[in-house]
T-cell receptor
Framework: DVKVTQSSRYLVKRTGEKVFLECVQD?????MFWYRQDPGLGLRLIYF???????EKGDIPEGYSVSREKKERFSLILESASTNQTSMYLC??????????FGQGTRLTVV | DQQVKQNSPSLSVQEGRISILNCDYT??????FLWYKKYPAEGPTFLIS?????DKNEDGRFTVFLNKSAKHLSLHIVPSQPGDSAVYFC????????????FGPGTRLSVLP
């Protein structure tokens, strides 16, 4: 069974903190993605990676960076968390054909 | 400017009746469309997809219709069940390689018993 695991379901961080969101997939997919979900805006792509050490900016990369040192792991980094980064963060991985499998999401609150 | 629009933020339907969720897109180059379903505090799960070469795809109670000339697709659920209550996202892509899907804002479906 397909599995995409995000390290935390809920996180509360302070403004200015460096935040790491981890995502692991066990399907040997090349493509991995980070999205954020906000009410009325749907899912917006932050970054994606199509191979180890490769990354591409999505629609809203500002304030974020990513790391893909191993195929199964894709990390999203908030260098200095701000309150407007309070959101639901969703990781996904994708086979080379179509679609995407999502993790359960991380609800991040920045106070 | 949103490339994928779901103009109804919410929809309520009686159990057993048909639910119709609509999605409009602006980019005529979109080639592949998907519907995802999302329960609170969970990640979206894939529901059904359709390629631009088709105008209909059916999977059990779920049918997706694509009207390319109108840049419109719809998801029909029949009969609707209370367990179908969730947020439904429409997504579009320029290809079917799983990269860079554009998602709509979602429609919250409530199926009333």
């Amino acid at each position: 069974d397909v599995k995409v695991t995000q390290s935390s379901r809920y996180l509360v961080k302070r403004t200015g903190e460096k935040v790491f969101l981890e995502c692991v997939q066990d399907m040997d997919h090349e493509n991995m993605f980070w999205y954020r979900q906000d009410p009325g805006l749907g899912l917006r792509l932050i970054y994606f990676s199509y191979d180890v050490k490769m990354k591409e900016k999505g629609d809203i990369p500002e304030g974020y960076s990513v790391s893909r040192e191993k195929k199964e792991r894709f990390s999203l980094i908030l260098e200095s968390a701000s309150t407007n980064q309070t959101s639901m963060y969703l990781c996904a991985s994708s086979p080379p054909t179509w679609g995407a499998f999502f993790g359960q999401g991380t609800r991040l609150t920045v106070v | 400017d949103q490339q994928v629009k779901q103009n109804s933020p919410s929809l309520s339907v009686q159990e057993g009746r048909i639910s119709i969720l609509n999605c409009d897109y602006t980019n005529s180059m979109f080639d592949y469309f998907l519907w995802y379903k999302k329960y609170p505090a969970e990640g979206p799960t894939f529901l059904i997809s359709i390629s631009s070469i088709k105008d209909k795809n059916e999977d059990g109670r779920f049918t997706v219709f694509l009207n390319k000339s109108a840049k419109h697709l719809s998801l029909h659920i029949v009969p609707s069940q209370p367990g179908d209550s969730a947020v439904y996202f429409c997504a579009a892509s320029l290809d079917n390689y799983g990269q860079n899907f554009v998602f709509g804002p979602g429609t919250r479906l409530s199926v009333l018993p």
